[in-house]
């Protein structure tokens, strides 16, 4: 089998039934889904079992007890049977050609080990005029490049649309369970330290032409839930850092200087938002190194 979908999800059954119905229409055949239900306490494996009698494709239902978006993406991974393992996040929905595109740029070189596609916003409602444009990848949207092209360090795909080939994981440690999102909690970065030592043997590449949808409820779409996620990457950036005393000291000297660089802009909101942003992050920092994160 060539490819292995993964979807890792919690509590999102509707969500979860537009990602698979996605893969009806896949111009792709020789492919299996994952569903890993990650603690669900809704209709998430009914939904699995509906779709399950709809398509011609092999679905698999797996319930992972133990919470962690990286405790499920390892379980789907040592689960798999495709020589490609591609995620597709529970909220997301696929192009026709997603599988196909990034087979097909595995196919090319042996040497590729990650591939990352294009993901493009579905706002539930419109998107936000307050959204800088440096701020955009905080609500995972991915255009990298308008055609293939290498992703060279420090730049990665994101897990809403990633796939890895299976041989160049190193199946006793594949994402660091100490990082990835828990219950409500917006810790991330496991996708950047996994992708980071498979560099170190394979490349990493970008296609838009296998790309995704990904939905961005009205929830998030708010200044304070932007500085939440930038706070979550500070501590994330932190817990993934080898040199943690480094970071902490960087942080404490920063924060004041931030905090006085501040005052003259307090006129203008776009340049005060920013700050208050560098604020949040390190904050967040400071956080990761104590762990007094929640």
Known sequence: MKATVAICTHNRAADLREALLSLLKQRFDSFEAIVVDNGST?????????????????????????????????????????????FLDDDAVASEDWIAGIVDLFERDARIGVVGGKIEPAWEGEAPAWLAPENRTLYTILDYAEDVVEMKRPHIPFGANVAFRRSALDMAALFREDLGRVGSNLLSSEEGELIDRIRTRYSVYYTPYASVLHKIPRSRISRKWLLRRIYWQGVSSAVSSERKMRVFARSIVKLPIIVLLSLPVLYDRRRVFRNVSRIAYNNGQISGVLGTYE
């Open 42 to 86: 809704d209709s998430t494996a009914q939904t699995v079992q509906e779709i399950e009698r709809m398509v011609s494709f092999p679905v698999r239902y797996i319930y992972e007890a133990r919470l962690g978006l990286s405790v499920a993406r390892n379980r789907a991974i040592r689960e798999s049977q495709g020589e490609y393992v591609l």
